[in-house]
């Protein structure tokens, strides 16, 4: 088997694959008598079907068979060994290609190839702009409020006030207010600050237990899914289709009473970090709130700075064979004319991928089977096992223990699995940028911030 290249432009070439008798007759005569030995056809026994007829019956679909593993094997091990670095996949050249299965003992098969192009990335020359969130004093006085309620305790007041959850049984009821039959009628909690119109919010406001309220739940709950969890209704249509007036009969009302803003909160909310005051309270809780815009800050940047490398990173690519791979790739979602009319979206995003590939193995960026383990883990202990307090050594060891079997777990989930390899690429691609560019943080208000988001998107 020989496999040779001949370069057919400045980044492309063609592959000729030539494949002797000799490099598949072995293969081939051995499958062939494994499937006489198994051959099933009546009037022989077993193993006993004479050999004519079994190549007469295979011969020619597994000779293809196996002819072409070859072939691909042989293409695949020549661009390792030789170190072709190549865009895409090989695709068949079918003009030059003709092979006759029936007729034919040697075959040749071509491959047409595209070439990466070499190119070099200098992010030192790349200037950007990261900009940070500066929240409000009023968004940080809601956040601190917000930290005293999780550490707050609850109460049972007699009426109900805006911050207040309220359990009841909800009842679907008529035009006329009475129940309807074969409505629904479910136990269910509200929270009245989620309740989206003011008018309806005050029918809440005052009220007691045994109190009965009727509202219209698509009314106060806009959005699909906040009014599922109040009529209880789980399959999405029905939760669309639902118009109905409802009858709420308060049976309890819940409060959080916040905690008080002292020294045992202080250690509550941020463990170990010994505040001892409001003020350096706020300014910790002030760097907590700004981190929860990150993920957006991070993509902003990361995508504004993605266009200018692509802008100011000069190279070619092999157009006419990209736009047949394109369209070879959608398998069949894409004809070669659909492809050419939207082609310069696809020439940023091939490039983008060979810069990303290139920076990637520039400044090793790598993300490992353990660092996407310890992601999982991470995440399992925030949401199931917190550190406990007063843990002996045992419950510590066995706590950890089963953290790892359930990161072990959701590990062989691949999809999620790969969705937070993805996730922590990003920040790894990000950091890297962060550092490696010319670099300017600036702080902005998030208005300010969502402006030019909106003008990223109109771009």
């Given at each position: ?41 009546p009037g022989f026994?077993p193993?006993?079907?004479p ?16 002819i072409?593993?070859a ?44 070439l ?10 790349i ?5 940070e ?48 039959e ?29 109190s ?8 106060a709950?806009?959005?699909?899914e ?6 209880r ?26 905690h ?50 692509v ?17 070879s ?26 810069i ?27 949401n ?19 953290i ?56």
């Amino acid at each position: 088997m020989k496999v040779t290249k001949e370069n057919t432009g400045n980044l492309t070439a063609v592959l000729k694959i030539d494949i002797a008798q000799e490099d598949y007759t072995p293969k081939l005569e051995e499958q062939l008598k494994s499937y006489r030995r198994k051959a099933n056809v009546p009037g022989f026994r077993p193993g006993q079907v004479p050999m004519g007829m079994i190549k007469k019956m295979y011969e020619i679909p597994l000779r293809a068979e196996i002819i072409e593993k070859a072939m691909s094997d042989a293409m695949y091990d020549y661009l390792d060994t030789e170190k072709v670095r190549i865009i895409g996949y090989p695709l068949a050249n079918e003009e030059k290609t003709n092979i006759d299965w029936n007729t034919q003992k040697e075959f040749t098969f071509y491959f047409d190839i595209a070439l990466e192009p070499e190119f070099e990335i200098n992010l030192e020359n790349i200037e950007e702009t990261y900009y940070e969130i500066e929240p409000s004093e009023e968004m940080l006085d809601n956040f601190v409020i917000d930290i005293q309620r999780r550490f707050g305790q609850f109460s049972s007041p007699e009426a109900i006030e805006e911050a207040d959850m309220v359990y009841g049984k909800i009842i679907e009821v008529d035009e006329e207010g009475n129940q309807k039959e074969g409505g629904i009628k479910e136990q269910t909690s509200i929270f009245i600050d989620k309740i989206a119109q003011k008018t309806i919010q005050k029918k809440f406001i005052g009220k007691q237990k045994d109190s009965e309220i009727i509202f219209n739940p698509s009314k106060a709950f806009p959005k699909v899914e906040d009014k599922a969890l109040v009529i209880r209704l789980k399959n999405k249509e029905e939760v669309k289709d639902f118009n109905s007036d409802v009858k709420f009969v308060v049976s309890s009302i819940s409060r959080i009473v916040p905690h008080e803003l002292n020294e045992e909160l202080f250690e509550k909310a941020y463990k170990g970090a010994e505040i001892k005051n409001p003020e350096a309270f706020r300014l910790r809780a002030k760097e907590d709130l700004s981190q929860t815009y990150k993920r957006e800050t991070d993509t902003f940047f990361t995508n504004e700075i993605t266009k200018k490398i692509v802008e100011q990173t000069a190279f070619e690519l092999p157009d006419e064979f990209m736009k047949r791979w394109i369209a070879s790739n959608s398998q069949g979602k894409l004809t070669v004319e659909e492809v050419q009319n939207n082609y310069q979206q696809y020439q940023d995003s091939l490039k983008w991928q060979l810069i990303e590939s290139k920076l990637t193995e520039k400044y090793s960026i790598e993300i490992t089977k353990e660092d996407v383990k310890e992601y999982l883990k991470e995440a399992v202990i925030k949401n199931y096992f917190p550190t406990l307090e007063d843990q002996t050594p045992e419950q510590e060891n066995e706590r950890m223990e089963s953290i790892e079997g359930i990161a072990e777990n959701m590990l062989k989930n691949q999809e999620q699995t790969k969705q937070v390899y993805e996730y922590l690429f990003d920040q790894k691609l990000t950091s890297t940028l962060l550092e490696k560019a010319k670099t300017t943080k600036k702080s902005v208000s998030v208005e300010e911030f969502t402006e030019l988001v909106q003008n990223q998107i109109k771009k």
